[in-house]
């Protein structure tokens, strides 16, 4: 599985945008973009995934660069819930494989 | 909605005692995973389970964990005789098998081992 880099910590304030970029640049014509987070000591919870196409659902948008070097996660109204660590991972999709979770993002929404 | 439970929230235990950690998948799912967190550190996967055998294991998962589905409902994760770096969060996870991408992640179980 391709590796990510992701900034360590964001600061967002609370009903603004917050834009969560990741660099992939090794990432494989098969290997999906996912997106997970986890609020404080609770389990992952999915976020958005996608191919090379962007992708929106009723949580986040996610922007995939061309090249598919890097994306970037859009939530576009950050609220006080959404504080979490935002963890980017690359891996094939389509099977029932093993997430490799780094260090991902700690965002800190203010009010 | 569905969700992944887990039972016990909190389980204290002592050195060498032997402790299961109980997880009730998604009803429809068929992939399920167990993973743990340290205190600070990153998520860690340890095993995954289809058509009741493990799929794939960790380095961390040996000889003292196993894991089971007893009863069709059920997902077991057992630690034989439990050592102190033990102590952390255990997440279970479920995924459907056409869409294995996405996995539900319970809530966890904190084991303290003293």
């Given at each position: 599985?391709?590796?990510?880099?992701?900034?360590?910590?964001?600061?967002?304030?609370?009903?603004?945008?917050?834009?969560?970029?990741?660099?992939?640049?090794?990432?494989?014509?098969?290997?999906?973009?996912?997106?997970?987070?986890?609020?404080?000591?609770?389990?992952?919870?999915?976020?958005?995934?996608?191919?090379?196409?962007?992708?929106?659902?009723?949580?986040?948008?996610?922007?995939?660069?061309?090249?598919?070097?890097?994306?970037?996660?859009?939530?576009?109204?950050?609220?006080?819930?959404?504080?979490?660590?935002?963890?980017?991972?690359?891996?094939?999709?389509?099977?029932?494989?093993?997430?490799?979770?780094?260090?991902?993002?700690?965002?800190?929404?203010?009010? | 909605?569905?969700?992944?439970?887990?039972?016990p929230s909190h389980q204290v235990t002592q050195m060498g005692q032997e402790v299961i950690l109980r997880c009730v998948?998604?009803?429809?799912?068929?992939?399920?995973?167990?993973?743990?967190?340290?205190?600070?550190?990153?998520?860690?996967?340890?095993?995954?389970?289809?058509?009741?055998?493990?799929?794939?294991?960790?380095?961390?998962?040996?000889?003292?964990?196993?894991?089971?589905?007893?009863?069709?409902?059920?997902?077991?994760?057992?630690?034989?005789?439990?050592?102190?770096?033990d102590s952390a969060m255990y997440f279970c996870a479920s995924s459907e098998t056409r869409h294995g991408e996405t996995?539900?992640?319970?809530?966890?179980?904190?084991?303290?081992?003293l």
């Amino acid at each position: 599985d391709a590796k990510t880099t992701q900034p360590t910590s964001m600061d967002c304030a609370e009903g603004r945008a917050a834009n969560l970029p990741c660099n992939h640049s090794t990432i494989s014509g098969n290997e999906y973009v996912y997106w997970y987070r986890q609020i404080h000591s609770q389990g992952p919870q999915y976020i958005i995934h996608g191919l090379k196409n962007n992708e929106t659902n009723e949580m986040a948008s996610l922007i995939i660069t061309e090249d598919r070097k890097s994306s970037t996660l859009i939530l576009p109204h950050a609220t006080l819930r959404d504080t979490a660590v935002y963890y980017c991972i690359v891996r094939v999709g389509d099977q029932g494989g093993k997430l490799i979770f780094g260090q991902g993002t700690e965002l800190s929404v203010k009010p | 909605e569905p969700e992944v439970t887990q039972t016990p929230s909190h389980q204290v235990t002592q050195m060498g005692q032997e402790v299961i950690l109980r997880c009730v998948p998604i009803s429809n799912h068929l992939y399920f995973y167990w993973y743990r967190q340290i205190l600070g550190q990153k998520v860690e996967f340890l095993v995954s389970f289809y058509n009741n055998e493990i799929s794939e294991k960790s380095e961390i998962f040996d000889d003292q964990f196993s894991v089971e589905r007893p009863d069709g409902s059920n997902f077991t994760l057992k630690i034989r005789s439990t050592k102190l770096e033990d102590s952390a969060m255990y997440f279970c996870a479920s995924s459907e098998t056409r869409h294995g991408e996405t996995q539900y992640f319970g809530p966890g179980t904190r084991l303290l081992v003293l």
